[in-house]
């Protein structure tokens, strides 16, 4: 049978790995910087934890796990009989692969509440799974780079957030356009045409404006039982760019009133600072997940940079206030972001991003001539690591074209060419893989020459 893979996943290449590693580690560093410590959670959630968190849409993207041994055993007969496979999940199933990484770590700060210190700032990267559709940019198996608070309903942490999109996505050379709204202004334009009843509905069909335009998010929400004059109400408040304009048509708004003011008061911090992309108010962003009760994020590789990238968000999150209550601990706010490691590689790629030299993985490789100056060479290579030099030793004394060939394709910037001149002398010959110069030098000016590539 030819080997293959499941749908949605990918094996990494060494070079692939070096460059996805650099997108964690530079994220992490950030992280670090402001202050957040790391956790990690089990890949496997119990269904209990995880159903009724992400929308009716979420919900279905879950990948369930059936239970052990003989796991038809206890369903009813007349059950299997209907092929009910909504009431017949519930008693084959009781645990699921992590959608992502928030709910998890709600679910962990219920469970560690007498562990933890309030504001608990966490760190948090690990992989997540979505029974979605596979197509450039969402995959069903990939990586979460979150970062939350949880304990404070400050609105300082929400510009701290801000900032840390903006330094990590700096430092990895992605052109940015960090987008911001409230949950509560979106609440505004249901309590503005009479719909509250119908908001996670509006909501949901919003958040889908991008995707399938105007006349199609209306007739969404029609279909939704959404009076098509309040849909029409709704785009057209969609077209406000800016707080002042919009408070005015919140005149009878108490929700939405409010989600401006939370706002302003955000901006009051971020103001204090500079930024490197772009940060701007979006009335119409929703992120459809049930959970989010006030400021939201979406960040977006900025199109005036990469005309023909076609990518959708590379980062996104916001605040929740009631995601622990459904464990069983209330009043507990969190705000938190996540970085889509794989879309934020993908732009990384597809743009020509990445720094040069992140993909090498030896500093030299050591080629010998005969077994004598191959015993030595093992010598030296344990010298060499003993410096902190990364270096490799051919593992044979076989042809030198051979050799050179194993280097160039490990993508080596020096070779360490050992001969029984250099086996006597102790002096050895660094060749340079770019530019072909050659040099004679000590193991120590080899090794203070390497520390610097």
Partial sequence: MKPSIPKGTRDFLPAQVYKRNFIFDTIRSVFKKYGYQPIETPTMELLSTLTGKYGEEGDKLLFKV????????????QLLAAKDHKKILPEISKRG???????PFARYVVMHQNDIKFPFKRYHI????????????????????????VGSDSLMYEAELTKILDEALHKLNVKSIIKINNRKILFGLAEAMGITDNFMDMTMAIDKLDKIGREKVILEMTKRSIPASAAEGVLDLLSIDNLGDLESKFQNCPQGLKGIEELKEFHAYLDLTTSFNKIKFDISLARGLNYYTGCIFEVEADKEFYPTLKMGSIAGGGRYDNLTGVFGLKDVSGVGVSFGAERIYDVMEEEDLFPIGVEKDLDVLLIAFDDATHKYSFQVLQTLRGMNIVADLYPTPTKMKKQMKYADARNVPYVLLIGSEEMESGVLSLKNMVNGEQSKLSIEEIAKKLATV
């Fill in 126 to 149: 690990q992989p997540v799974w979505r029974a979605d559709r596979p197509q450039k940019g969402r995959y069903q198996e990939f990586y979460q780079c979150d970062v939350d608070v």
């Fill in 97 to 103: 692969l992590r959608y992502d990484l928030t709910v």
């Fill in 66 to 77: 059936l239970n052990n041994g003989e796991f038809l055993d206890d369903v009813d007969d």
